[in-house]
């Protein structure tokens, strides 16, 4: 049964075919009409669940041509049991069990997408069980029947010849599953008791393992961000009338985003109104209602067609890794939920009472939909899907709530109302816990919230050394709702400003008004504090919707950052001009990323004085003051110092890039991002060499990478002479603490010498040190 088909013996096209004759789709489409009518029928019609399935079964035996059809339901356990077949042995019926994973229906119960086999003997999952007498059959279709968000078990059509399945076949199939999914969780077949914890394996408490999108601890009540609307009506009366129904819907939906988008304009400024402007132009996507609509005709009611065609876009999403798509695609998910709220005239959980600590539980979450949530209610946020460059992340790390993504089986696992931790700094989250586990995690929040308010009261004490040496603190950002961080923190203002961050949550390029509108309500924010901004670092890892990634083989050392804006300097000359009108009067401070040769530099530096030229002819008010410097990443600028310091008015570190370049370890990938320690003896020995250098031509030299936001790190930096730090906002009281329990002078006394060592790492020692001069190190995880 393994042997491979010869080519000629397997179905060469993609036509659909019925009873092996290739049909038009269109013909197809009338097969398919026909088969969800007559299922309805069936639904309405007498007879206990059992015989309707049964009758089911044959029906799509029938209408699709399949010499077999068989139905398997999950029951307790993550069994999948065989509850009706036609072509396979009738007294296989309640005997044949699989497990989920197990054979290709289990794998298809497993990866809840369906599968379509030729010759299906030869898939390596293939499991023969000779009750079921399917020796035979040589190709199988299976798609999985999903409610809820849960697989409640597996439809499989077979065919005795070698065939391939059309799309339109699987389209049908997965369309008549949605039918079939229902009758299966009515609770007459398999049990509501069962059902309820199928799929679960029964336990109470559980851990949910995923990856921390933003750390901290918290702990609430679980809220599903899209409690599952149970569509009543699968199948249409009256397509027409659906038609009708689907339009008033859309229209409705359009108008009130409309609405939102207006307000949240007013409320919120700047860069997340753009996020909720790209939200709004998904909801009007023809591609989206166009599919709904194709369902409708195919004779599904409008909630069900809407149901539908998520679930084709939730089957791709779990293959696409393109970061703009994903985004795109949650927006989708959210927008599906809005339209079904819209058909049902549901309410949404967000106008219905909320508890006090809210952990929103969600498959995906469009930005828009996090910032509908009362802010101060919300203590975390657990997704199944989500990555850490999605638009929600971008906006819960603004929002500062620990967020837990890729949580996979989140929504089937967790319900409404259940008490859960969120553990971000791990990535997991714990589902009903025990009291034992909410005592230790109350003792460690209240640790934390302690900690939190005695950081709080250092907030209007200077940073000053020991030995007193003032340390400029200063925080990263990327969003205009961290701006008030700067005040909440009392930072000096913002060392960091990743200019790239608007750009990856808008649908389309700002243009010159818009950047300017943007960076001008950035430096309103900061109300006079310093912002350094850095022009736009894509590239690599960080990718624009509307910038064609370039296909490389080593996108950290290929086309980013600076290299695109010199090789594109119309996109770089609209940043700047943004940025010179927007400080029209006020101090700007802009310093270029990934400079990698001083002419790079001067390049960068003569378009911005074009720029500055080019406002003054403009009668455009000058900037008051104008400096100008570089991002340090990259090792091969050591050797142009006295070019490099001669020519800008600081230095920046980017110890993440630097890192990676200096040790040729991607800082992505796990297997070695962390193998290098940046305190390591090469590494610091550098950033000595460049204090030096700095100090002695006068030159301002910052750290803003990573390091910057970890006291130890930190406190190394300070031996080596550097002053100023900008960090992620959360790490100023850690890092303030730190600044005034040292003496940086005894710090740089001890450390230096160890520079000519050969350890892979200083950090032992300096932990000692620490540890012996009372030096606050605190761990900054342990502060949210
Ligand atoms: C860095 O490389 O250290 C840095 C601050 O830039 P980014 O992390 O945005 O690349
Ligand atoms: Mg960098």
Request: aromatic share 4%.
């Amino acid at each position: 049964m393994t042997e491979r088909l010869p080519a000629s013996a397997r179905e060469q096209d993609d036509a659909p075919r019925v009873g092996g004759a290739a049909v038009s789709t269109a013909a197809f489409g009338a097969v398919a009409r026909r088969l969800i009518a007559r299922l309805r029928d069936v639904m309405a019609g007498a007879g206990d669940a059992q015989t309707r399935l049964d009758q089911i079964v044959q029906l799509i035996a029938a209408e699709l041509h399949a010499e077999v059809c068989s139905c398997y339901l999950m029951r307790a356990g993550d069994i999948l049991e065989l509850f009706a077949t036609v072509g396979l042995n009738p007294s296989a019926v309640h005997r044949t069990r699989l497990r989920v994973g197990e054979g290709l229906v289990g794998t298809v119960a497993a990866s809840a997408r369906p599968l379509a086999l030729a010759d299906a003997p030869s898939h390596p999952n293939f499991a023969y069980r000779p009750e079921t007498g399917e020796e035979p059959f040589r190709s199988l279709a299976g798609v999985p029947l999903l409610r809820g968000g849960r697989v409640r078990g597996v439809l499989v059509i077979q065919h005795l010849r070698a065939r391939n399945y059309s799309e339109d076949e699987m389209e049908t199939l997965q369309t008549v599953a949605m039918v079939v999914a229902e009758l299966a969780s009515a609770g007459e077949l398999v049990g509501a008791g069962e059902i309820s914890t199928a799929g679960d394996a029964g336990v109470l408490q559980q851990r949910l393992a995923g990856i921390g999108i933003n750390s901290g601890l918290a702990m609430g009540q679980a809220v599903l961000h899209r409690p599952r609307l149970t569509l009543s009506e699968l199948v249409a009366e009256d397509p027409e009338a659906e038609f009708a129904r689907f339009g008033e819907a859309v229209s409705t939906m359009h108008a009130s985003i409309d609405v939102m988008v207006q307000q949240s304009r007013e409320a919120v400024p700047g860069d997340t109104a753009d996020i909720l402007e790209s939200y709004r132009m998904f909801a009007r996507d023809r591609g989206w209602l166009g599919r709904i609509r194709e369902a409708i005709a195919q004779g599904l009611t409008a909630e069900a067609a809407v149901e539908r065609v998520q679930q084709d876009n939730r089957t791709r999403m779990a293959q696409v890794a393109d970061p703009y798509l994903r985004a795109r695609l949650d927006d989708l998910e959210d927008l599906t939920n809005r339209l079904l709220r819209h058909l049902s005239g549901k309410r949404s959980p967000i106008e219905t009472a909320l508890p006090d600590d809210v952990v929103l539980v969600a498959r995906a979450l469009g930005p828009a939909e996090l910032l509908d949530y009362d802010r101060v209610r919300l203590r975390a946020l657990v997704l199944e899907e989500g990555s850490p460059s999605s638009h929600v992340a971008i906006v819960a790390r603004a929002l500062d709530i620990p967020v837990v993504g890729r949580c996979a089986g989140a929504l089937s696992r967790i319900e409404a109302g259940d008490p859960l931790i969120v553990d971000g700094d791990n990535g997991q989250v714990l589902v009903r816990p025990g009291e034992d586990l909410i005592d230790a995690a109350a003792r460690a929040m209240a640790t934390r919230a302690d900690r939190r308010l005695s950081y709080q009261a250092m907030r209007d004490l200077p940073a000053v050394t020991r030995d007193a040496e003032p340390i400029q603190l200063c925080i990263n950002a990327g969003l205009v709702i961290e701006m008030p961080q700067i005040a909440d923190t009392g930072a000096e203002g913002i060392g960091l400003f990743r200019t790239e961050i608007p750009f990856m949550v808008r649908a389309t390029y700002p243009d010159v008004a818009a950047q300017t509108a943007l960076y001008s309500e950035v430096l309103e924010q900061a109300n006079g504090a310093p912002v350094t901004f850095r022009t736009l670092d894509v590239g690599g890892d960080k990718t624009l919707p509307y910038f064609p990634a370039a296909d490389e083989e080593n996108p950290a050392l290929g086309w980013r950052a600076i290299r695109i804006g010199l090789d594109r300097p119309a996109m770089l000359r609209i940043q700047l001009r943004a940025l010179v009108r927007a400080a029209a009067g006020r101090d700007l401070r802009v310093k270029f990323p990934l400079i990698a040769e001083v002419a790079e530099f001067d390049d960068a530096r003569r378009l911005l004085d074009r720029e500055l030229a080019r406002a003054a002819k403009e009668g455009i008010a000058p900037p008051s003051s104008v400096k100008v410097g570089v991002m340090f990443e990259v090792p091969s600028l050591l050797w142009q110092l006295d070019a490099l310091l001669k020519s800008v008015d600081f230095v920046s570190v980017g110890s993440n890039d630097l890192a990676q370049y200096l040790f040729a370890a991607d800082r992505n990938n796990p297997r070695v991002g962390s193998r290098y320690d940046p305190l390591s003896p090469a590494f610091l020995t550098v950033l000595d060499r460049l204090a030096e250098r700095c100090r002695a031509a006068r030159v301002p030299l910052s750290i803003c990478g990573e390091m910057a936001s970890r006291p130890l790190e930190a406190m190394a930096l300070l031996g080596l002479g550097v002053r100023i730090l900008s960090m992620t906002p959360r790490a100023v009281g850690p890092i303030k603490a730190m600044v005034r329990s040292i003496d940086s002078r005894q710090v740089g006394e001890f450390l230096k010498p160890l520079l000519s060592g050969r350890e892979r790492s200083l950090r032992p020692k300096l932990r000692a040190f620490a540890r012996d001069h009372g030096a606050s190190i605190e761990d900054i995880a342990l502060v949210r």
